[in-house]
């Protein structure tokens, strides 16, 4: 339909540009059509897709810009290569049935999945070229006696009855990819078009070579009746159980992500009881409370009774903002050395800093079995980590070296979920015994020094300075000593039945979100005393993000699609709130805040910097950067620099000045895992290191100047 080039955005960006031939561009029906393509390109998430960076749909030579995305083809990849190994192929049904869930879930259906359409980048393939697909509520249609795709690749009801072609035909034309790509032609392949058309409609697809651990799948997919074949969601499933792996904890297939499975825990007022009286604990200077700008959201929500959508709005935000005690599923192993290419030194302030990587467990644990990343906090000079089987472990800063390790009480948590160790109050505190007891622990060696009983609490817990806040099912929220475990006070929240919290400069933050989704209630807690100091209502699904003096930023959420957000609010207590909608909803979004900038994350790796600074009549959007990355972590700001982490293990730093990224770190992926993190952790930035996590269950270390370009 075009000429596609290789072009560079003023900023040097790689976009690939597609001009419609001018001849094309005078057709009526391939304007509408080409309008509709830039739509549905826009529309899907980008996760697994190439984003539009900008387009002309009306200008006298049609033209679209993407991020170019550096890979071959599929196409390209089997004609170069020859078939891909069987294990290769797990990978890309692994990744496309997700890239048909994301395209789906946005209400598109592609209609033209095939080789050439699908871009194998590094952090996974990417589709591309929406140029005949059609979003469910499009009121264009294929003209009577139209027959549009491309026949290897085409469903039975592609040839029968085009004008109805639903979601089912991606996945039928999965399947002639996965056989395509393992065996180098397609399960129907023939001489002519025609005969290709008949055989699909009426012959079995030839599968004999097709290897047996693979058959089962692709003749699911390739059934004849759209209804008998999976959805994307349960071939994410089925997937994931054929390559070994469990599906990762905290997202479901279909979109959602779970919640904790403590959350079934009884309501009603949590009994918190007081320790047996201890010696005073003498602070360790080192393992202070995380500065203000650390501004993390509690990830251990255990909200009942809510509506799905609502709890998938807080939970992706939050959940990924590792909380007090985030929840991960996690394996075990031994350290793990730094990948080539890595470990030489950088001058570091004077001192001399080498990049290391280590396992949270010890060395003669099992090896892991299953992709996931430890959870992790920072203080001081140590990382304060949890993995499956291990409560807490401190490990140096300096150089990954693991000082002591608490071996979980318990581990009949659901899908191996575990909760990040914080320090406060002179103590590290961890959840155990199954994420019934609150214990603190000493810095120096790990030994316990007191426990709490938090079985009944909803909502445990949220560290501020030195004290600790849990939250029980009736909106009862209960305030410990973070040095003794003695309660401080315990107030009713009555407009907050179950309330999510969080943390930011020193403030705690209740808000509740009614069934509906019309209104969010926000209240701002003194954790010292409990004094409220403002409380507002707020329309729509809305979750704090951070905080800035006394000016609280939240992220507005479409009510019906989890996770979508459409606004920015900037609310100050003195002034009013204010609120704009963002240039267009984001999926998956994160945020961090710095001063009266908002970095907003799109799950398809598009950052946004939006000024809320104070006068505005809304946010300004200052400048937008495609960085590639799908399904990235929540972003952290730290000085002038962004930092964020691919699920595939790489952290990569983004110059907040220029909006540009500067550097990024080799791949962690384990080639026996098959897999990269679904709810990949944030990074943590301190004393001239940026620490992040890998799919193979390691934390790791770099130099901040080595993400220097």
Request: aromatic share 6%.
């Amino acid at each position: 339909m075009g000429v596609v080039y290789l072009a560079h955005s003023p900023s040097g960006r790689e976009v690939a540009v597609k001009v419609v031939h001018k001849q094309l561009a005078a057709d009526p029906e391939f304007r509408a059509r080409f309008h509709q393509e830039v739509a549905a390109a826009r529309r899907v998430s980008g996760a697994f897709t190439a984003p539009v960076v900008d387009a002309d749909a009306d200008a006298e030579r049609l033209w679209m810009a993407t991020l170019y995305v550096a890979g071959p083809t599929l196409a390209e990849k089997v004609r170069e290569e020859g078939p891909l190994p069987v294990e290769q192929v797990w990978q890309l049904a692994a990744g496309m049935a997700e890239a048909l869930r994301d395209i789906h879930r946005a209400g598109v259906v592609h209609r033209d999945l095939k080789p050439s359409n699908v871009l194998l980048a590094a952090d996974g393939p990417k589709v591309i070229d929406f140029g005949i697909s059609r979003p469910h509520d499009s009121s264009l249609r294929t003209e009577t006696g139209k027959v549009i795709g491309t026949p290897p690749f085409m469903a039975p009801e592609q040839f029968r009855t085009p004008r109805d072609v639903g979601p089912a035909a991606d996945v039928f034309a999965l399947g002639c990819l996965l056989v395509h790509a393992v065996l180098g032609r397609g399960p129907f392949d023939a001489d002519s078009p025609y005969l290709v058309a008949y055989q699909v409609v009426h012959d079995e697809p030839d599968l004999d070579e097709v290897p047996d651990e693979l058959r089962p799948l692709v003749r699911a997919c390739l059934s004849k009746d759209p209804a008998d074949r999976p959805t994307p969601g349960e071939l994410m499933s089925r997937v994931a159980v054929a390559m070994g792996n469990a599906r990762p904890a905290g997202r479901d297939p279909e979109g959602g992500r779970r919640q904790d499975p403590g959350a079934e825990r009884g309501r009603g007022r949590g009994a918190v009881r007081a320790p047996d009286p201890e010696p005073p604990a003498e602070p360790e200077p080192e393992d202070t409370p995380a500065p203000d700008g650390d501004q993390r959201v509690n990830g251990d929500r255990r909200h009942r009774g809510r509506r799905p959508v609502l709890l998938a709005v807080v939970a992706a935000v939050l959940l990924a903002g590792g909380g007090f005690f985030g929840a991960q599923a996690l394996d075990s192993s031994g350290r793990a050395p730094a990948p080539a290419g890595e470990g030489q030194p950088h001058q570091e302030g004077g001192t001399e800093a080498r990049s290391w990587e280590t396992r949270v467990a010890s060395a003669g644990s099992e090896p892991p079995r299953e992709v996931h990343a430890p959870r992790c906090s920072l203080a001081g000079t140590a990382l304060y980590c949890a993995d499956r089987g291990v409560a807490a472990a401190r490990i140096s800063t300096e150089d990954g070296a693991v000082e002591w390790s608490v071996a979980a009480e318990r581990t009949d948590l659901s899908q191996g979920w575990v909760h990040v160790p914080r320090s406060a109050g002179g103590l590290v505190h961890t959840i155990q015994q199954g994420g019934g007891t609150l214990a603190a622990l000493e810095p120096r060696s790990g030994s316990v020094r007191w426990r709490v009983d938090v079985s009944e609490q909803q909502n445990c817990c949220v560290a501020i300075g030195d004290t600790v806040l849990s939250a029980g099912g009736d909106g009862t929220v209960t305030a410990l000593d973070a040095g003794s475990g003695r309660e401080r006070w315990r107030t009713s929240f009555p407009e907050h039945p179950a309330p999510a919290m969080t943390s930011f400069g020193g403030t705690a933050y209740l808000f509740d979100t009614a069934d509906d989704g019309a209104t969010t209630v926000v209240s701002a807690v003194r954790p010292e005393s409990g004094a409220v100091p403002w409380k507002q209502r707020f329309s729509g699904v809305l979750t704090p993000i951070g905080a800035h003096g006394d000016v609280l930023f939240l992220l507005e959420y479409d009510p019906e699609v989890a996770t979508r957000a459409i606004a920015v609010v900037r609310h100050d207590a003195r002034s009013g709130t204010t609120r704009a909608a963002l240039p267009y909803s984001i999926d998956g979004a994160s945020a961090a805040v710095a001063g009266d900038m908002v970095y907003v994350l799109a799950n398809n790796g598009t950052l946004l910097a939006v000024d809320t600074g104070e006068g505005r009549a809304g946010p300004v959007v200052k400048w937008e950067l495609p960085t590639s990355v799908s399904n990235p972590s929540p972003p952290v700001v730290a000085g002038h620099r962004l930092f964020l982490s691919a699920s595939d293990g790489r952290l990569l730093a983004v110059d907040l000045r220029r909006g540009q990224l500067t550097g990024q770190t080799a791949q962690r992926l384990d080639p026996t895992l098959h897999g990269m993190l679904a709810d990949q952790p944030p990074p943590l930035v301190a004393g001239g290191r940026v620490f992040g996590f890998t799919p193979r269950g390691t934390v790791f270390s770099v130099p901040v100047d080595s993400l220097d370009g």
